[in-house]
């Protein structure tokens, strides 16, 4: 039976996670559990393999691709699903490795995708060293900011500072107010989140200047990759979203080979900023009907 995503489903989840190699932010415990009410994600373990379902705006009732081994009888159990309740067959949040498999062995009637859902990547090296003249601005940032903020500190986020984290939260929210709708959830997804952090069992950094916070940042691990979930800084510090992403990723990313920055959501200045970071590639996410 399908079952609404809930935190305590993590330990349950989370096994099939690692089994990926798509590399997409979706099919992480931060990216799935965090959004899990704004997708109205569902899932259902059956067959030694984990089935999800979600709804994105007005398309209802897609499947992303199963995780699990028995491919041909996984897809039939969809296909009999869909039958059984008079929906199409359709898949969202595809790979492109994935949407060639569907392509190979089904009939597809059609594919799209959206850009300002497509996860961008990077080699983690790049981020750490900032190596060469495509890096310069970002170095420059970042020297500057020494130079100016010389008792600057990166430090782990834990039960100790966990309030603090909340509190710079509030302020971000209140000097830098957005009034997108996809502006208004992130905000009531963060603090949701914060307030539920330890259940996730995930990876934050702080950055502080004379024990203030002035930039926070969250992600996780799963195999080669690390994945940036948030990150938000105090832009009146000239440099300090520059200094989070370089010292989040020196922190947490020296020992994988990518970060995945995820989405600019339809943003222009947040996909600006991510394609300074010179991306080796941009993921896309392909929604796909088949008929069987």
Same mark, same amino acid.
């Given at each position: 039976?399908?079952?609404? %995503?809930?935190?305590?489903? /993590? ?20 990216? &799935? ?19 999800? @379902?979600? $709804?994105? @705006?007005?398309?209802?009732? &897609? ?15 969809? @296909? ?6 008079? !929906?199409?067959? !359709? ?6 490795r994935e949407l060639k498999i569907l392509e190979e062995n089904y009939k597809v009637v059609s594919v799209s995708n959206s850009d300002e859902w497509s996860d =961008? ?5 790049? %981020?750490?060293? %900032? ?14 900011? !020494?130079?100016?903020?010389?008792? =600057? ?5 834990? *039960?100790?500072?966990?309030? %603090? ?9 209140? @000097? ?9 959830? $992130? ?22 200047? +004379?024990n203030k916070i002035i930039a926070i940042s969250v992600g996780e691990i799963i195999n080669d990759t690390l994945f940036v979930h948030i990150e938000k800084a ?7 979203? +520059? &200094? !989070?992403?370089?010292?989040?990723? *020196?922190?947490?990313?020296? $020992?994988?080979?990518? /970060? ?5 959501v339809g943003d222009e200045g947040l996909r600006k900023a991510k394609l300074m970071y010179n991306p080796i590639e941009i993921l896309k996410k392909y929604i ?5």
């Open positions: 039976m399908w079952k609404k %995503l809930e935190l305590e489903d /993590i330990p349950k989840i989370s096994p099939f996670l690692n089994l990926l190699s798509s590399h997409l932010s979706d099919f992480t415990i931060g990216g &799935m559990f965090m959004w899990k009410d704004y997708f109205n994600i569902e899932y259902l373990i059956k067959n030694n393999s984990l089935f999800l @379902k979600l $709804d994105i @705006k007005d398309k209802k009732n &897609m499947f992303t691709f199963p995780i699990g081994s028995d491919f041909q009888g996984n897809i039939a159990y969809l @296909k009999e699903y869909s039958d059984l309740n008079k !929906i199409p067959l !359709i898949f969202s949040i595809v790979s492109d =961008y990547f990077y080699l983690s090296n790049d %981020l750490i060293e %900032l190596n060469g003249r495509k890096y310069s601005t970002q170095r420059n940032h970042i020297n500057k900011f !020494i130079r100016t903020y010389r008792d =600057y500190e990166f430090v782990p986020i834990t *039960k100790s500072n966990i309030g %603090l984290v909340i509190d710079f939260l509030k302020e971000f929210y209140e @000097k830098y107010e957005k009034t997108s709708s996809i502006s208004i959830e $992130d905000e009531n997804i963060t603090f949701e989140f914060f307030n539920n952090y330890f259940k996730y069992n995930l990876l934050g950094g702080i950055l502080k200047i +004379q105090d832009r009146e510090y000239l440099g300090a979203y +520059q &200094m !989070i992403n370089n010292e989040f990723a *020196k922190y947490y990313g020296k $020992d994988v080979t990518y /970060i995945n920055r995820e989405e600019d796909v009907e088949v008929k069987i």
